[in-house]
């Protein structure tokens, strides 16, 4: 497009077309784009965008924090997480809590100041949020983020967030939805460096299908691409932006707007190494679809910079840089910026801040989103003059985690039992379980800051010191000095955990010596000085550790003088598992577990609620306990929400959004992301779980009628319609989660032990009865990516429907059969195969084909094989392959049919992984007919594709 324009004298900005909000909405943004320089529209590329005055177009920013609330910018309405979310099954709930966060976003984008970089802009509109990353393996560090380990409740929650978010007028967004973090981000050791592995049919029927619902509906405006490779290839150029993301999105008639993730365009140089330069590097996420750069905070210069040399070199043309432009001003269009006296939403004020119906709604979610995981008559309680001892960490505190809005007030679990037992004249004791000590140096003989310290033992080793002089957290300053001054554990670097080492010959219990090391710097307490500036545990403080009080005893005697204990145990979002850490097992601390133990042991009426960002291995408290809870960290009014659940004023209406497994339960490798051979989630895990996805106890009691399908053989596009009658049986009003999942009973591939379709929340009083009717269309729900044929396919046969009360709760079955024709054999003759297009696998790592597009397959380590599944071989005389090998180190590919060798070709080293040769073979006595054709694959050789001939 030409650029210059009419100055500001000839025309003013108000009369420019752009400016007419008659026009339509592509009109005005050619108009606007036209009237900037190429080096006004290059500007536009960083996260903060600069003010084009002569337009009069303000300074603009990408990118605002609304997970669970507004966050970090100010207090606001704080909601559960969205784990917690999750768990509430409830798409018209968690609607709502988007549609509270986008008007709070609205008032702090139109009344309050930015808090970085005020002169650049107001705070964004653009939410990030939600996160549809699927929580595959429960130690995940960003557990808390998302929303479930299914792809299909994911994307039903997702789009329901990003519709509340967006609001419901046809023409202006309340707020942006931007869908985080694509693609296959479920780890976050090495997460810039790592490769998220995934086979064809786990892109397609697993995280592709978490993102598609929103992207496809319209619901969401942007993507923001995650840090971590997939197959071999960064996600910030990876393809599948443009061939998946933007291809759902065309027929929206709207563009995808899409931002990177903090820093990690800069990481596909370091420590990604994937490019050369910078330069180069920024060219090719450009080219590949991402239309901001958040990248080196407010320096602007330094990304357009690299950008500009890209466009000096020829790596980026002009028509690169206005199609992302053009994305941006679409947005900005939309979300009311031009057209202010016409925005809906503009007259949002302030007030609306934490208000008393957001308030009530951070209440009820709580509650929803509250899971009864075992109940053995002990709850509800019904006597609020009774005495309740409240023990654990968890108790009297409230935590708040990365992605939390400032709490504008806490009501604890304490506080909430407290409000309701009041009334009544019922008493609660409150007592954390943790020991206070004091910390004596050697060398002065005075206690550590001059004050007692109360223990938070978080596991590993690691502690918090809370002193008692204040009720403060030590923490570690820059210079090392130890200053007792924080009252919450909440900033990117932790500097409030600790860990007291043995000394030397000193021993560590009562009268003993420790050392004190800081975690986060690895330092100790210098000997003299006390600041934590020792690198070696010489020169460290040696200190005597005096206990002043016994944490547990005190607990068990509370327990023991109280009709019943309630122990809240659980994480702190900021230690162990959060982003940059992932966890290492799923244990509670042992200090926990022993607290717990001894409580029950004196007060076998004690119900455990754990308070939680992930699962936890409770082994011990099902099998002993009467009851145990799960709540996520529910925001604000977690305390009144659970007070109420634990009286019956609120049925506990969540449910598990993920597996919880046993403690013995050994779960795959981390960064094993083949759901379908690694055995992930419901869907393929056999071993038997501790509480399974979908579950959850009511209150009330209730009975599942026959599953009913009205036609039991339909064609492959036909849809099944299954009915069922739910009944409330108790005495109690309650909420069920009715889950609906299927399953193919004659597959011809490894397909899940069952797959969830559809699930529909209830309430219903003692007696009443719902009819509740699914319609399923075979395409969506009876369908697996046929890696033959390179799409979705419903194949002919039989199938299961199963009504359940969770994934192994089946109340009732049904059989259905689809017809059609049979799959025809895999053709492989004249016909070039993708190696990843495999059925089964033994040792392969994927990797990119080219820096642009392409998967390829390499041994993990020595070898591996690949299995293709009933290939037609008639007429088979040769095979070619298409391959490359890096180094001298010798290669080869054996191909073979059941056990007879057919060809072994060698591979020749081409000087480059991305330098592709074809080396071919006759194949000797290649049998006639269907048969599975394995290739082994020896040495660091990279098979991309073969052909038979």
């Keep these: 497009m030409s650029s210059p324009s009419p100055s500001a004298a000839e025309t003013p900005a108000e009369r420019y077309p752009f400016r007419d909000s008659a026009l339509p909405l592509d009109k005005r943004v050619d108009d606007l784009l036209s009237r900037l320089s190429p080096d006004e529209r290059l500007s536009m590329l960083h996260q903060y965008a600069p003010a084009v005055p002569r337009l009069g177009i303000g300074a603009f920013r990408t990118g605002a924090e609304a997970l669970h609330g507004v966050s970090w910018l100010g207090v606001a309405t704080a909601f559960p997480q969205a784990v917690g979310l999750g768990a509430s099954w409830d798409e018209e709930l968690v609607r709502a809590v988007a549609e509270a966060t986008s008007i709070e976003l609205r008032a702090f984008h139109h009344h309050r100041s930015p ?4 002169d650049r802009g107001p705070n964004s509109l653009q939410a990030w949020a939600p996160v549809l990353n699927l929580l595959r393996d429960p130690r995940w560090g960003r557990n808390e983020e998302g929303y479930s380990e299914d792809p299909v409740h994911t994307a039903r929650l997702g789009e329901a967030f990003c519709r509340g978010l967006a609001g419901d007028d046809p023409t202006y967004l309340r707020a942006a939805p931007v869908l985080k973090h694509f693609l296959a981000y479920n780890n976050e050791d090495d997460r810039c460096t790592s490769s998220s592995g995934l086979r064809p049919r786990v892109l397609h029927e697993y995280d592709l299908a978490a993102f598609r619902p929103a992207v496809a509906s319209g619901a969401a405006t942007g993507v923001m691409a995650a840090y971590n490779l997939v197959n071999g290839r960064p996600c910030h150029v990876s393809p599948l932006l443009e061939t ?18 903090a820093e990690a365009p800069s990481n596909l140089v370091d420590p990604e190494l994937y490019f050369d330069d910078h330069a180069e590097g920024h060219a090719a996420a450009l080219k590949a679809g991402i239309d901001s ?4 905070g407010e320096d602007s210069e330094t990304v357009i910079g690299r950008l500009r040399d890209a466009r000096e070199r020829g790596l980026i043309d002009q028509e690169d840089i206005d199609l992302a432009v053009r994305r941006q001003f679409e947005l900005r269009f939309r979300m009311g910026e031009f057209d202010p006296e016409l925005d809906p939403y503009a007259q949002i004020g302030a007030e609306v801040v934490d208000s008393a119906p957001h308030r009530a709604l951070a209440r009820r979610a709580a509650a929803e989103s509250t899971v009864l995981l075992k109940n053995s008559g002990l709850l509800p309680l019904t006597d609020p003059t009774k005495k309740i001892a409240v023990i654990g960490p968890h108790g009297d505190a409230l935590f708040e985690d990365w992605y939390s809005g400032t709490l504008p007030y806490a009501v604890t679990v304490a506080d909430g039992l407290r409000a309701r037992l009041a009334p009544a004249g019922g008493e609660l004791t409150v007592h954390e379980g943790i020991d206070r000590v004091l910390l004596r140096a050697a060398s002065t003989g005075e206690p550590l ?3 007692a310290f109360d223990l938070g033992d978080w596991g590993l080793g690691v502690l918090t010191l809370r002193a008692v002089d204040n009720g ?8 090392g000095s130890l200053l007792a001054d924080q009252a919450v554990i909440k900033s990117w670097d932790v500097h409030e955990t600790f860990r007291l080492v043995e000394a030397e010959g000193g021993g560590g219990a009562e009268g003993g010596t420790v050392l004190l090391q800081s975690v986060l710097t690895g330092r100790y307490a210098a000997a003299g000085t006390l600041a934590v500036t020792a690198e070696d545990a010489a020169d460290a403080e040696r200190f005597t550790r005096e206990l002043l009080r016994d944490g547990r005893a005190e607990a068990v005697a509370a327990a023991a003088a109280a009709d019943l204990a309630v122990v809240v145990l659980g994480n702190h979002p900021l230690i162990h598992g959060r982003e940059t850490v992932d966890r290492r097992g799923l244990a509670l601390p042992p200090a926990q577990e022993d607290l717990l133990k001894a409580v029950a042991a004196v007060r076998p009426d004690t119900a455990l609620i754990v308070m939680s960002s992930y699962p936890y291995a409770v082994d011990w408290a099902d099998e002993h306990l009467p009851a145990v809870l799960w709540s996520s960290h529910g925001g604000q009014e977690t305390g009144h929400a659970l007070a109420d659940v634990l009286f019956g004023d609120a049925d506990p209406a969540g449910r598990l959004p993920q597996t919880w497994y046993r403690g013995d339960d050994e779960l795959p490798h981390p960064l094993d ?3 379908i051979q690694a055995g992930w989630t419901y869907q393929y895990h056999e071993a038997a779980p501790r509480y399974p996805f979908g579950h959850g106890l009511s209150y009330g009691t209730f009975a599942y009628g026959e599953l009913e399908v009205e036609e039991s053989v339909l064609g492959q596009d036909g849809t099944v319609r299954a009915a069922l009658t739910v009944s409330n049986t108790g005495t109690r009003g309650g909420t069920e989660v009715v889950q609906l999942y299927v399953r193919p009973l004659e597959a011809r591939y490894q397909a899940p032990r069952r797959r969830l379709a559809d699930f529909r929340k209830i309430t219903l009083a003692p007696g009443q009865s719902r009819r509740l009717v699914f319609d399923l269309p075979a395409a969506a729900h009876l369908a697996h990516w046929d890696v033959a044929t390179g799409a979705f396919t419903v194949d002919p046969g039989r199938y299961q429907l199963l009504a359940a009360a969770s994934a192994e709760d089946v109340r009732a079955t049904a059989e259905l059969t689809v017809e059609g024709a049979a799959p025809a054999p895999r053709t492989v003759l004249g016909r070039r195969t993708a190696a990843a297009d495999f059925d089964a696998h033994r040792g392969i790592a994927l990797v990119d084909a080219t820096r642009e597009s392409g998967d390829a397959v390499t041994p993990a380590g020595q070898d591996a094989e690949l299995l293709f599944c009933a290939v037609e071989l008639t007429g088979a005389a040769e095979v070619s392959a298409e391959v490359a090998l890096e180094g001298p180190d010798a290669a080869e590919l054996e191909f073979s049919v059941d056990g007879k060798v057919l060809a072994v070709l060698a591979v020749p080293s081409t000087g480059s992984r991305y330098a ?11 049998p006639e007919g269907v048969h599975d054709l394995r290739v082994v694959l020896r040495g660091p050789v990279r098979l991309a594709a073969f052909t038979v001939a």
């Design 916 to 926: 592709w040769e074809g080396v071919a073979a006759a194949l000797s006595g290649a």
């Design 293 to 296: 750069f958040t990248d080196h």
């Design 673 to 675: 992301y083949d759901i």
């Design 472 to 479: 403060l957290f030590l923490s570690v300053k820059e210079d």
């Design 449 to 451: 800051n001059g004050t």
């Design 115 to 118: 808090a970085i970089a005020p």
């Design 244 to 261: 998946e993301l933007r291809r759902w999105a065309e027929p929206t008639g709207r563009e995808l707007f899409v931002v990177s993730d």
